[in-house]
């Protein structure tokens, strides 16, 4: 699967994806780093990429459709998170993505759980 992890998801976090077998790109390595949020969208949508994110902006279905793109995971850190507990969410991430369909979808993985935003259907 291919994705683009935002701006505030480091090298480490590359690296999990890129393990797991994943393309992955970054906003970084873009140069795309301060973009708004409707350009990064943009730029997933022409790459046919999911977003990686912790940012809960892009959790809302009306601005930034997922119909529209790869699909939208946003990372819920706990307070006063560490590089432990981010590792672990998106290793929560990946284990999920192997067995469960993944088809322009909004998840919002937090602690112990996945939300999966449900589509409207046609």
């Known amino acids: 699967m291919k994705f683009k992890l935002d701006e505030n998801l480091g090298s480490r976090t590359k690296d999990l994806f ?3 077998g994943h393309d992955v790109e970054t906003v970084l ?4 780093t301060g973009a708004d949020d409707e350009k990064i969208f943009l730029a997933c949508c022409q790459e ?6 912790f ?4 959790a809302n279905p009306i601005r930034f459709p997922t119909s529209q793109c790869a699909g939208i ?5 706990p307070h ?3 590089l432990r507990t981010l ?3 998106i290793r929560q ?3 999920a993505l192997e067995s469960n369909p993944f088809a322009s979808d909004l998840w919002i993985v937090e602690p112990g759980r996945i939300r999966i935003h449900q589509k409207e259907q046609d």
């Open 18 to 20: 890129r393990l797991a």
């Open 29 to 32: 390595d873009e140069r795309l």
């Open 48 to 53: 046919n990429r999911c977003l990686i994110t």
């Open 55 to 58: 940012d809960l902006d892009f």
């Open 73 to 77: 995971i946003i990372i819920r850190l």
């Open 80 to 82: 006063n998170p560490s």
């Open 87 to 89: 590792e672990i969410l």
């Open 93 to 95: 991430a990946l284990s």
